[in-house]
């Protein structure tokens, strides 16, 4: 492939057009003009702008990095020869997607090209796919470093081995390796978590059985404590029998006894109200009746008393009138009252006290036993009502006990009792109970056995299968280090020995050797040297000379002539000094008879080094 010509917009670029000869192009253009642009725009036109990738710190996206600056959409036209035919290859901003639109025309006809895709182009123009197109022909001032890909090392191998491209030593090992990671690595993987769930597997059959066991046990007890709990219902079933019986019993007696007893005390209340109204009445007259009595018998002493002291005043008068006379000396005359007569009245007198004496008697006694009886009568009747008060007490009492006892037996709750050996019995049944259903609830989270027996039989098989696996990957992953081994052995020299001679040239001889290790670090033997140099001891132009040798070297290696794709190089020779940029000038003229060469450069020392030369193509853009 050839390129003819570019137009692009993209960012800075406004319709910008760059062509191209067909051997050596020199482009110079100041920093900040559009180099690295017009290299990442064609490389957008061969193989498509990646609208996945995101921005990152200090680093934006193409899509945003070449964002038109002008606002238009981004587009561009890729003019080129491919096997003997002009192909214009144009990509535009179509549905919001940069450069999401792709056509490839001949020019000749404006036919589409068949079998040329956005996906493909680049790889079927240059014959190379994007990582080796950046890693072989496409040479920046920034990424001059040659690093391993597995698209690079296939075409390597395609060149030191079988012929087929599509091999690659480390793709296979990454592979296998994955493969490998993803049975075991360390303690991740298939392997690793097969045998964790064997394990805890292992540890739930191994619980199941503990539990099973100590269920069984739990069962056992539960039944024996069952059949003590049953003994102890029963024995409580008949005491409760026996207890409602009793209760009854009680129940009925103490209302009876109530009963009675208010019956009795309202007897008692009625004889008392009957009583009380018949003696109140009979009591006063007793009570007049006897205050009569003795009223009679205060006037009788009173009459007598009076009546004895009238005789014996009368009988002192008597002898008085009798005995005065005859007193000698008594001045007065009174006439001589007989003896006899005066004897006779004062017998009289005396007789009639003694009769009245007599009569006072028989009706004082009369009297006293008239009051006795009636204050004896009184008395029975006072006893009468003291007794049917304390009989009506009485009754209040034992109605009021009756009361008490029947609201208790009433009220009486519980049942019979039962000694602690029962209660102790129920405790025990339904904490067992509890565990039993604990367990039965662990049991069934650990599901069934049968299950887990078959599932711990895949697992240990699955184990088992990928095992071997692994077995048979660690045996394929030493014998394809054994391979890569022979294979370095074979393309290492070669691809050393051409960028030996690139090299040694752009060096002036300085150097002669160049060691490449699988993984493309390297290490060069100085001219007169017999110790090798590591890469970090060389200047930055030397080591920009070493890797644009060994990427000229990679160059001839994965594509060469006639099929050679166009060398690129941005900026690639500023770290050269004189002497050697004449050198790396006169190499990439010759490569340019060859395979197009082109150069970008914001120096002016390649134009005047190569003002000599007739058959290249100078471009300058504006500002240089």
């Not at 993209?10 to 017009?38: M, Q």
């Not at 996945?52 to 990095?65: E, F, H, S, Y």
């Not at 009569?292 to 014996?312: E, H, N």
Request: charged letters at 25%; glycine letters at 6%.
């Amino acid at each position: 492939m050839k390129l003819r010509k570019l137009t692009a917009t993209f960012g800075c670029l406004d319709g910008a057009t760059l062509t191209f000869g067909p051997g050596l192009t020199l482009i110079g253009a100041p920093n900040g003009s559009g180099k690295s642009t017009w290299c990442a725009f064609l490389r957008v036109m061969l193989y498509g702008l990646d609208t996945r990738q995101r921005d990152r710190k200090g680093a934006p996206a193409d899509k945003n990095r070449y964002r038109p600056w002008n606002g238009k959409p981004m587009e561009g036209l890729l003019e080129c020869e491919h096997q003997g035919a002009v192909i214009l290859l144009r990509r535009t901003s179509a549905g919001g997607v940069p450069m999401g639109d792709f056509s490839a025309v001949y020019q000749a006809t404006g036919l589409p090209v068949p079998g040329l895709t956005a996906d493909n182009a680049g790889e079927v123009l240059t014959g190379l796919s994007r990582e080796v197109f950046d890693r072989s022909v496409f040479l920046r001032q920034t990424a001059l470093a040659v690093t391993q890909s597995q698209d690079l090392e296939k075409r390597i191998t395609d060149l030191v081995s079988s012929g087929e491209e599509d091999v690659s030593w480390s793709e296979a090992n990454d592979r296998l390796k994955a493969w490998l990671h993803r049975r075991r690595f360390h303690k991740s993987g298939r392997i690793p978590l097969l045998e964790a769930e064997a394990a805890q597997l292992r540890q739930t059959v191994a619980q199941t059985a503990a539990l099973r066991q100590d269920l069984a046990q739990q069962q056992a007890r539960a039944a024996t404590l069952r059949r003590q709990a049953d003994h102890w219902d029963k024995r409580l079933s008949a005491e409760t029998d026996k207890f409602q019986t009793v209760s009854q019993q009680r129940y009925a007696q103490a209302a009876a006894e109530l009963d009675a007893a208010q019956l009795h005390l309202q007897t008692l209340q009625a004889q008392q109200q009957a009583q009380a109204q018949q003696m109140d009445g009979e009591a006063q007259e007793i009570a007049e009746e006897i205050q009569d009595t003795r009223r009679a018998l205060s006037s009788r002493r009173w009459l007598m008393t009076a009546f004895v002291t009238l005789v014996v005043l009368l009988t002192v008068a008597g002898a008085a009138l009798y005995l005065l006379p005859r007193l000698p000396g008594f001045p007065l005359d009174f006439p001589e009252i007989p003896l006899l007569f005066l004897a006779l009245g004062a017998g009289v007198l005396w007789l009639l006290v003694l009769l009245f004496t007599l009569v006072k008697a028989a009706c004082d006694r009369r009297d006293r036993r008239e009051v006795a009886d009636l204050q004896a009568l009184l008395d029975t009747q006072q006893q009468a009502d003291t007794s049917l008060a304390q009989a009506l007490r009485e009754a209040q009492i034992r109605r009021d006990h009756a009361q008490k006892y029947f609201e208790a037996v009433s009220q009486q709750s519980g049942g019979p009792y039962l000694p602690p050996e029962a209660e102790a019995c129920r405790a025990s049944l339904h904490q067992v109970e509890q565990e039993i259903a604990q367990l039965q609830g662990q049991l069934t989270a650990l599901g069934d056995p049968v299950a887990v027996d078959a599932q711990l039989d895949e697992v240990e098989e699955e184990t088992a299968r990928l095992q071997a696996d692994y077995d048979a990957l660690e045996i394929a992953i030493e014998a394809l280090q054994t391979a890569d081994r022979q294979l370095h052995a074979r393309f290492s020299p070669r691809l050393s020995q051409q960028a030996e001679a690139y090299f040694a040239q752009l060096t002036q001889g300085a150097f002669s050797q160049i060691t490449l290790d699988r993984d493309f670090s390297v290490t060069v033997g100085q001219a007169g040297s017999l110790t090798p140099r590591p890469l970090a001891l060389l200047s930055q132009g030397t080591r920009d000379q070493l890797y644009l040798a060994l990427r000229l070297g990679v160059a001839d290696l994965v594509l060469p002539t006639p099929d050679a794709c166009p060398l690129i190089l941005d900026d690639a020779l500023l770290a050269f000094d004189d002497d050697r940029l004449a050198e790396a000038l006169h190499l990439l003229t010759q490569l340019a008879a060859k395979r197009q060469v082109i150069l970008f450069t914001c120096q002016h020392r390649e134009f005047f080094m190569l003002e000599d030369q007739w058959d290249l193509t100078r471009v300058t853009l504006p500002g240089f």
